[in-house]
């Protein structure tokens, strides 16, 4: 029957190989970690805790040795302390290249977000900078349209002047040409009445001829 030491001693050892697996498995994820860094983080983390029971179950199985009562079972015992202590040794090389191949994948992967996001920046500057050109242009031909718009409305103005000067003389020319036509028509009034005086004057006339030869010639009538 196995004693309460070689019970405790197997139930050491098989914690020991529990951690280191376990550790080697979080060593994987750390290198196959594609960010961000608060994953990375977060692996680190639980490894630390690891390494730490580790090495108490190393300590423990250390000090297991120390109390065999048989030399050929405290050597045994401190043979594979050694080999766990080396193995715990292996895997913080293995855990720091792991953590410098996922911050240099990391790294790489930032950078060309950021160089992503650069081009991104220089394409929404250049699309911003088309915007404003072409709000310019649209000003621009705005502007144009409002000076064009004054101008219509200046010549229009002065066209309306022209017209109500035109009109003002138009009105001007037929008061003339009323006065004009009042004038004529009094004129050809008048000359109607001096052609009636003058050809009654010559009747009267006539008419006291013919009396006087009448007397002269005819006295007896």
């Known amino acids: 029957m196995a004693s309460s030491s070689d019970v405790h001693v197997r139930i050491c050892s098989q914690e020991i190989i529990k951690y280191d697996l ?12 594609p960010g961000p860094q608060s994953a990375l983080f977060n692996l680190n983390s639980q490894v630390k805790e690891k390494f730490n ?20 079972d405290r050597l045994e015992i401190q043979a594979e302390t050694e080999s766990q202590r080396r193995q715990l040794l292996s895997n913080q090389m293995a855990w720091r290249k792991a953590n410098l191949a996922c911050k240099l994948a990391i790294d790489n992967m930032e950078k060309d977000e950021l160089l992503q996001r650069g081009e991104a920046n220089s394409t929404r500057q250049r ?13 621009r031909m705005m ?3 409002v000076k064009q718009s004054e101008d219509t409305i200046t010549t229009l103005a002065t066209s309306s002047r022209t ?7 138009f009105k001007n020319m037929t008061g003339t040409i009323h006065l004009g036509r009042k004038l004529i028509l009094k004129y050809n ?3 109607l009445t001096d052609k009636l005086l003058i050809f009654l004057a010559l009747a009267l006339f006539l008419a006291t001829v013919l009396y006087i030869l009448k007397k002269r010639l005819f006295p007896f009538i």
């Open 22 to 33: 376990e550790i080697k498995a979080l060593i994987q994820d750390i290198r196959d970690c």
């Open 127 to 139: 699309l911003d900078s088309n915007i404003t050109e072409s709000l310019m242009s649209i000003s």
């Open 143 to 145: 502007a144009e349209q």
């Open 163 to 169: 017209v109500q000067e035109t009109n003002e003389d």
């Open 53 to 72: 029971i580790l090495r108490l179950r190393i300590q423990d199985l250390e000090q297991m040795a120390k109390e065999q009562d048989r030399e050929s």
């Open 189 to 191: 009034r008048r000359e």
